[in-house]
T-cell receptor, first 112, second 111 residues
C-alpha cells in the first residue's frame, strides 16, 4: 500500500525556535492534511492543502503542498510550550471517498 | 463549533467478547470513517462509509468487524469476537469537502 515517510521522527527544541517537518511519498497525492495529536486524544486538523504549490498558513503554522504532489512540509514559527505533541501528515490520493494515508508522526518537545 | 463525538472513551473487554464503539459524526457530513491507532504507532484506516454502505475497507477490516448507521446520527463499529491484538485507540472521522475531522477516540483494551 501507499506509504508516507515523515521526518524527523522526533524533535527537541527551545521555546521560540522555528520548527520544520516534512512528508514524502513515492506516489502522488491530491490532498495533504496536517494534524496534531495530544496524548490520549484524537488528531486535530491544522491545515488542509488541495493544490500543488499551495502555501497555506494558520497562525504560526505554515504548510506547503509540493510541486511534484509527492511531498509536503509544515513549519511552526516561534514555538511555544503548547506546541508539544505529535504532528501527523496525511495524504489522500484521489478525490472522493478514498481514505487518508498517515505518516508515522513527528513528536515535538519544546523546552521552556 | 460542531465536533465528532465518541463513546465510550475507554472500553475494557475480555478476549472473545463483542464490543460496539459508537460515534456521532458532525451533523451535515456525509462521509464517515473508522481508523485505529495501536499505541505508539500511526493512524491506520479501517473502513469508509457513504450513503448507507461501505465504500472501502482495509485488510484490517475482516469479517470480525462491521459498521452500521442505525439512525440519522449514530455510526457504530462492532467487533464480534475481540482478540488481544484489537487493543488500540479507535477513531471515528467524518468529512466535509476534503477535510476529515476526528473524534476523541475510544481506547479499547482487550484482556
Amino acid at each position: 500500500g501507499q506509504q508516507l515517510n515523515q521526518s524527523p521522527q522526533s524533535m527537541f527544541i527551545q521555546e521560540g525556535e522555528d520548527v520544520s517537518m516534512n512528508c514524502t511519498s513515492s506516489s502522488i497525492f491530491n490532498t495533504w492534511l496536517w494534524y496534531k495529536q495530544d496524548p490520549g486524544e484524537g488528531p486535530v486538523l491544522l491545515i488542509a492543502l488541495y493544490k500543488a504549490g499551495e502555501l497555506t498558513s494558520n497562525g504560526r503554522l505554515t504548510a506547503q503542498f509540493g510541486i511534484t504532489r509527492k511531498d509536503s512540509f509544515l513549519n511552526i514559527s516561534a514555538s511555544i510550550p503548547s506546541d508539544v505533541g505529535i504532528y501527523f501528515c496525511a495524504g489522500q490520493s484521489v478525490s472522493g471517498n478514498t481514505p487518508l494515508v498517515f505518516g508515522k508522526g513527528t513528536r515535538l518537545s519544546v523546552i521552556a | 463549533e460542531p465536533e465528532v463525538t465518541q463513546t465510550p472513551s475507554h472500553q475494557v473487554t475480555q478476549m472473545g467478547q463483542e464490543v460496539i464503539l459508537r460515534c456521532v459524526p458532525i451533523s451535515n457530513h456525509l462521509y464517515f470513517y473508522w481508523y485505529r491507532q495501536i499505541l505508539g504507532q500511526k493512524v491506520e484506516f479501517l473502513v469508509s462509509f457513504y450513503n448507507n454502505e461501505i465504500s472501502e475497507k482495509s485488510e484490517i477490516f475482516d469479517d470480525q468487524f462491521s459498521v452500521e448507521r442505525p439512525d440519522g446520527s449514530n455510526f457504530t463499529l462492532k467487533i464480534r469476537s475481540t482478540k488481544l491484538e484489537d487493543s488500540a485507540m479507535y477513531f471515528c472521522a467524518s468529512r466535509q469537502g476534503g477535510e476529515q475531522y476526528f473524534g476523541p477516540g475510544t481506547r479499547l483494551t482487550v484482556t
